[in-house]
């Protein structure tokens, strides 16, 4: 299946949601103030976000008075956003290269790790998991058993461990065995901001003195579902950390997709990867031409 046909399959609800009614309302003979009212209130109920929409309705507007298709400027308006708020996975000189993954949870953190693990095997690496999230009950388990199904190798300690002193564990192991990639495991606890941003600071400055660049990327996982709520965990993750990328989650399950160019409009940290599905191979890099494209079809 082809990246555009996945896309289009994880975007149904959002696109039959958004798409069909855009294409109603910009089908007209006349697109008026009212018209483009109905517009951002389609864009509002895909969680497009209030500022994102304004601005997408007016690029609109301007298009039609300059005698562009609507259609054709909204379509494009979002293609660019999407184009600038994307970004491709950094390649450090060195080995290991070290992803630290962040994000809430229930956001589908573990399962996103278990598809990155998958993703780089399937490229022939040697990939390795450090479970650092040592406070939330069965995360660790959780994590064992997706190392398991893939076929990578995995540091662990027992629950309620120092997450730092997993990764300086995971970190020498990495170098040992001549890992090609190390893949870190993170607490989501954002009800104790100051701990969470504690925590991974600590975390980052071992990685930093351990390996030269690291962490080479820290990914935050968002799910699609929350909607405008993901914009705020980006924000103080932001904050607690150096987020270099994004993942979005579980958009096969929202007609809410729409907040994905709120992220890329908005945050101003690149799109890398979304997942496509249940399956530890749907994961996809992602790519802004055939998002918007799957999108508006």
């Known amino acids: 299946m082809s990246v555009f046909s996945k896309f289009r399959q994880t975007l149904d609800k959002t696109r039959r949601a958004l798409s069909e009614r855009v294409t109603s309302l910009l089908g007209q003979a006349s697109v008026d ?43 494009r ?45 399937v490229q022939d690496k040697k990939v390795l998991l450090a479970a650092a999230d040592t406070f939330r009950a069965a995360a660790i388990e959780q994590l064992e058993i997706w190392a398991g199904r893939v076929g990578c190798d995995i540091v662990r300690h027992r629950e309620g461990s120092d997450p730092a002193a997993v990764v300086y564990d995971a970190l020498s192991a990495a170098k040992a065995r001549e890992v090609d990639v190390l893949i870190v495991d993170t ?36 799910d699609a579902n929350t ?35 709120s992220i890329a409009a908005e945050l101003e940290i690149p799109l890398k990867f979304i997942t496509t599905g249940e399956k530890v191979q749907d994961i996809e890099v992602f790519d802004p031409h055939e998002f918007a494209r799957a999108l508006f079809s």
């Open 33 to 75: 103030e009212a018209t483009l009212e109905e517009l951002e209130e389609a864009l509002l109920s895909a969680d497009v976000g209030p500022t994102t929409s304004m601005r997408l309705i007016e690029q609109v507007r301007t298009a039609r008075d300059q005698g562009e298709t609507p259609a054709e400027a909204l379509e």
């Open 77 to 121: 308006s979002v293609r660019d956003i999407l184009i600038d708020g994307a970004g491709m996975l950094v390649k450090p000189a060195h080995r290991p290269h070290c992803i630290m993954v962040v994000g809430v949870n229930g956001v589908g953190k573990t399962t996103t790790i278990a598809k990155l693990a998958n993703y780089f095997c």
């Open 187 to 222: 607490a989501g606890r954002l009800h104790t901001k100051v701990n969470l941003m504690n925590e991974l600071k600590k975390i980052h400055k071992v990685m930093a003195r351990e390996v030269e660049g690291a962490p080479h990327e820290t990914l935050l996982v968002l």
């Open 227 to 261: 909607g405008q709520n993901a914009l705020q965990q980006a924000r103080v993750f932001k904050d607690a950390t150096e987020v270099s990328g994004i993942v979005i989650t579980k958009l096969d399950g929202t007609a809410k997709g729409g907040v994905v160019i």
